[in-house]
């Protein structure tokens, strides 16, 4: 073997071991799954709060007596708390089950 095609055999090595290192590095950065940081319950009131960049959170406040979910963003280092979305949660179950034709849970409805 030359010193030409062993130069190959070993760039080619090398090439896959890089590939195989990119591709496990990018499938970690890829899939994040969500961590609730803290969850507090009170009454009608659930709070949940999440990372959402390395130095912003999420709190999602779930109102289960008026059935409303809202977002807020809180950004530390700009001193701000921002509303981020709002949503009715009985409505979006409604719109849910009337495009799947399902009850709550997965069960059929039954025709009336």
Known sequence: MTRVQTACYALIASAIVLTAL???QSSQTLV???HAEMVVHKDFTTMLSTRYRADTDIVYVLDSKQ?????YVLDPNKKTIELLGDMDVAKAFEVWAQNTGQ???GVKRVPR
């Open 32 to 34: 994040q799954p969500a």
């Open 22 to 24: 990119l591709l496990v």
């Open 67 to 71: 059935a409303r979910l809202l977002a």
């Open 103 to 105: 009850g709550a849970g």
